[in-house]
Structures are given as C-alpha cells and as structure tokens.
C-alpha cells in the first residue's frame, strides 16, 4: 500500500502495520468532514487527527447535531469515497493560505502559527489545512463507522468555544470492522457504573455530584487493594505518614499550587485565614521531611501515603469513577541523594512492575518533558532531570517515549499507560523527578562534610486514584475480579432448606472460621433462580448442596463463567481456594 508523506515523497508500507491504520484513519476524518461540508456548508472545522483506535474532528456546528445525524453523514462518506477521488498534496505560502481559509477562524489561528511553506491536502471539493501523511485516494476508504458525539472546547481551553467532537473508527477489512465494533459493545456491558449499581460496589447521589460512596461490597474490594498496596510498600522500605486534608493558604504559595492550580482548588476561611482542601499530598510529605533534621545516611527517605484529595473538577467532566472531585492517591515522596537518584528510579521501575503484573496489566512508559510555560525552577535542572529519567529507563531496559512538554509545572515525570483486557489505554502511575520543591521548602540534610544539602524529591503514584483504578479493574475484570479480590468469594445453594440446610450452615461456619468471604444463600427461590442470580453478582465460587453432598460430606461447586460442575471433600475445596488467594490469581 502506498502513502503520500508529510514531504511529499510516496511510500510503501505494510497494509497490517499501526502507521498504515493511523492514515487510514486520519484519511477518512478529512473524507468525514467533506461529507459534512456538503451536509452542513456553514460548519467550521477546527483539527481532526487519528488516534488509538480511529479519529475525530472537532466542528463548530451552526445548528444543532445528534448521534442520530451520523447516518446521513455516514452516507455521503460512501458516496464520496466510491468516487476514488485523488488526495493531493501542494504547499502554500502564509498569504495564500491564509486566503484560502479566511472564513475559518480555526484555520486562520493555526497558520498564523506555522511558518511557511504551509501544506494541505485537498480531494475533489474539499481542501484542509494538513501535514499529511495521506492516502493517495479515497478508494481504499470503505469499511468506517461514525461512533459518537462529544464536547470539546477549541485546543482544549475551557476559555475558548466548546465545538462538537465526532468520533470514528475506519478499517481495511468488514471482518477487522466488525470485530471492533464488537469489541465497543462488550466495553458498555462492561461500564464500571453499571456493574458498580449491579454488585453493590459505589454510588454517586446528587447530594454531592463527584464524591463516590463506597458501599459494603466495594469497601472490601478497597480494602483488599489497599492491604495489598501496604504490604508492598512495606516490602520496599517505605514508612506511612498521614497528612491532613486542609492546609493554609501560605502553604500552597510556597509550593506555586497557589499560583498555578488555584482554580481546581477547594478554599475556606478560619479564624479570618484563609485555607485550602489540598488537591495534592506533596507539600504536607514535605513538612514530614522538615519535621526532623535529617544527615546524608539517612537517605533515602520513603514516605508513603494513602491521601484524601479534593479537586475542582467541571460538573460536564465527571464520569463515575473515572472523573471524581475527591479521591485517593496512594502518594509516595521520596528524599535522596543525587548519586542514590539512578538507583531510587530503577527500583521504582521494579516495584511498577510488580505491582501491575498482579491485576495482568500492561504497560508503556512515557516521558513527559518542561512545559512551554508556566513552569517553575531553573532551565538547566529540568534539562538535568529529564536526562536522569531517560537514563533510569534505559538501565533498566524498559521502552519509553517522549512526550514533550506534558510534564509537572515543578518537574519531568514518567507516566505509565496501561492497557487492560479491552485493549484500552489508561493513565494511571506517574514518576515524577522534582528538584524545585525542595528548594523552594527549603529542605536540607546534613552531607559528609556537616554542610547543609538540598534533597530531590521522587513524587510516585503507582495506582493513582484508587477510585479511578477501581473503576478501571471493573471494567477490566468485567466485575469477574479474582478470587483474592471478590467481595463475595463463595455463595453456598441448598437444594431445599428441609433436608439441606443444616448442612450448609455447617460448611457456611466452616468457610467463616478460614477467612473466606462465604455468603449462604438459603431464600425461598427456586435453585435455577438462586444460581442465575449468583452468575449475574460474578460470584467466583456457586456451591450447590442437595443430596449426595449431605451423604458423602462433600461439596459440588461451580466456576463463575463455567458450565462444568466438580465434587470434592470440603477440605480440599477449601485448600484450593486458599492456595489461589495466596498466589493472587
């Protein structure tokens, strides 16, 4: 297959290959805005680039537009691209260009921006601003779907336009195509609010529009990640610290929060000062440090801290889990030398993977570098500190890419991406290297020659939001978690209450006295409603005694998601279960 680059050379390239689909994609999204050009004349096209798992394009719209237009949209994309239309390439200069695209004022901002010569790529009637690559023609376009609407304001500042967001997803196959779209319909069955409703997990009430309640089922399911969470911290030398939840404002300005996240923040006033609900953990970690003097053989220090946060977030964001205004994150501030740095990083490398491996997470590692502005502390220490970060990566043989100025306002990072049984990205664990903070806190520790030194601080998020990461496993897991994570690990069915139900008690105390989270389901129900209902709550184990079971001293259970049914001594049952708990599987 070929493609036309961003220099205007052609290229073969392997019709199979994620470069091959990312042009698929971004060629259909300028074949979707020509369709709506012709549907829509007066609609404004801002930017549509290829993502993931197929494109958008953000549109400002004269009239108003719903999922039910898609269609017709759809449609005239077909029509258009059975016309096998060339997609060619031309440079502009900016007076040109500016030209062609005066009644665009998107267009016009983002060429006034660019240097010249300014490239575009034009198919039949439809010219847009573009760097390409492209498709050669419209031919190869056959097999797309236009998925769904959304708001997005213009370059993402919620002080510009909001303009509607079109999401697609195109193909070179119907097979590839339908698989896909399958694939969208198995994630809405798997929706972390649905199954939070349907296994007792969490709710949201309108009493306080993102502050997730947990409820019983979910708070065991809490608890088991942050007992795990704990040990692990332990297992790495961490110390836990706990640090409170409003703070003074003079806090936050030292720290720049004040300065640079002052608007997501939470404020209060007492005894006429003013304070905020923190929106992070770091400079409470801080005043832990400063707490104690502190000489060179003590570092590193490991602090670690399941803290509550509160943040600001617009009402039109929140999404269940996934976008709250309070949740925890299960911080951890680092204090170390310069020549512990290379080291502290590669262990945190480890103890990510470890971590993830447990709930069969993958992962990729981005670097995220010094914003363009906005940024606090000295140019040469963020050079200083992104290079350390590329270093730890490469050491530890781990793959990273750059993404350049997405880092801290106080310091670069590495963001962990992980991808679940979906096949969807998440942002979830973070690495961040930060030599401004301790400056600005004045921190110091005593070096070998009894001189006062500055620390670095590794801010470290593993999981992230532990709501956010719940939310994540849910849909991950399908709400089918492993056995050591199941709020309800065992239901235990008696045939009829009359003849088996003592017998069922027994095991029921049996399973109680092993720890296990064993629930006795003996309702006045027909068997085939009770097993259904233990199916729909994803419980891992459906016992079922009748009979046989009373007689022989056994019990007959079922897998979650199996039809085959297995009769075994209890003890054995019970030895099972718990080796599986053991290994976390």
Not at 152 to 172: C, E, H, M, P
Not at 414 to 436: A, E, H, P
Not at 471 to 485: M, N, T
Request: glycine fraction near 6%; hydrophobic fraction near 35%; include cysteine.
């Amino acid at each position: 297959m070929k493609i036309q680059l961003q220099d205007g050379s052609i290229k073969e390239i392997d019709k199979s290959s994620k470069e091959a689909f990312e042009v698929l994609n971004h060629s259909t999204s300028h074949l979707m805005a020509q369709a709506i050009m012709h549907l829509y004349p007066h609609a404004k096209f801002g930017i549509g680039p290829s993502i993931d798992e197929g494109f958008y394009y953000d549109i400002d719209f004269d009239q108003p537009i719903t999922e039910a237009d898609l269609a017709a949209i759809e449609k005239q994309m077909h029509e258009i691209a059975s016309k096998n239309l060339k997609i060619e390439r031309e440079e502009l200069n900016k007076e040109k260009a500016l030209s062609v695209f005066k009644d665009n004022p998107y267009k016009v901002e983002l060429i006034n921006e660019l240097e010249a010569p300014i490239t575009t790529f034009k198919q039949g009637d439809f010219i847009d601003l573009c760097r390409g690559p492209h498709l050669l023609s419209t031919e190869p376009i056959k097999h797309f779907k236009l998925l769904s609407l959304a708001g997005a304001y213009w370059r993402g500042d919620s002080k510009n336009k909001q303009l509607v967001r079109i999401y697609g997803t195109s193909w070179f196959s119907k097979e590839d195509l339908d698989n896909y779209l399958n694939l969208v319909e198995e994630r809405k069955k798997r929706d972390h609010r649905i199954l939070g409703k349907q296994l007792d997990l969490f709710m949201i009430s309108e009493y306080g529009p993102g502050f997730p309640f947990w409820l019983p089922n979910g708070m065991i399911l809490r608890e088991q990640i942050e007992q795990f969470w704990k040990k692990k911290q332990i297992e790495y030398g961490y110390q836990f610290v706990k640090t409170p939840i409003i703070l003074s404002k003079e806090l936050w300005i030292t720290s720049g929060h004040w300065d640079h996240y002052q608007n997501n923040m939470y404020t209060t006033e007492i005894d006429e000062r003013e304070f905020a609900i923190k929106p992070m953990n770091c400079p409470g970690g801080i005043l832990v440090y400063k707490n104690s003097l502190h000489s060179y053989k003590d570092l590193p220090i490991r602090l670690a801290e399941l803290g509550l946060v509160h943040r600001h977030e617009a009402s039109g964001a929140l999404n269940g889990l996934f976008r709250v205004r309070s949740f925890t994150q299960d911080d951890a501030h680092i204090f170390c030398r310069e020549d512990q740095l290379l080291d502290e990083i590669k262990t945190l490398l480890k103890f990510y993977d470890e971590i993830y491996s447990v709930f069969n997470l993958n992962y990729r590692i981005e670097l995220s570098t010094r914003p363009e502005e906005g940024y606090i502390g000295d140019i040469r220490i963020w050079d200083m500190s992104e290079k350390i970060l590329e270093e730890a990566c490469l050491a530890s043989g781990k793959e990273f890419k750059i993404n350049p100025g997405d880092g801290a306002f106080y310091g670069p990072k590495l963001d962990f991406k992980l991808k679940d049984s979906m096949g969807r990205v998440w942002q979830c664990g973070t690495i961040q290297l930060d030599m401004n903070l301790p400056h600005r806190f004045e921190c110091f520790y005593i070096d070998s020659n009894g001189e006062k030194k500055e620390p670095i601080m590794l801010h470290r998020a593993c999981l992230g939001s532990i709501e956010r990461f719940i939310g994540i496993l849910i849909e991950h897991y399908g709400g089918a978690f492993p056995v050591w994570l199941a709020p309800e690990q065992v239901v235990i069915l008696p045939v009829n209450n009359v003849y088996h139900l003592d017998y069922s008690k027994k095991i029921y105390d049996l399973f109680k006295e092993n720890n296990l989270r064993v629930k006795l389901d003996d309702e006045n129900e027909k068997l085939g409603y009770r097993l259904r209902n233990a199916q729909v709550k994803k419980i891992p184990y459906t016992i079922v005694i009748g009979d046989n079971e009373v007689k022989d001293g056994t019990i007959t259970y079922r897998r979650h998601g199996e039809k085959e049914q297995t009769t075994i001594k209890v003890d054995e049952f019970i030895a099972m279960i718990k080796k599986q708990i053991e290994a976390m599987k």
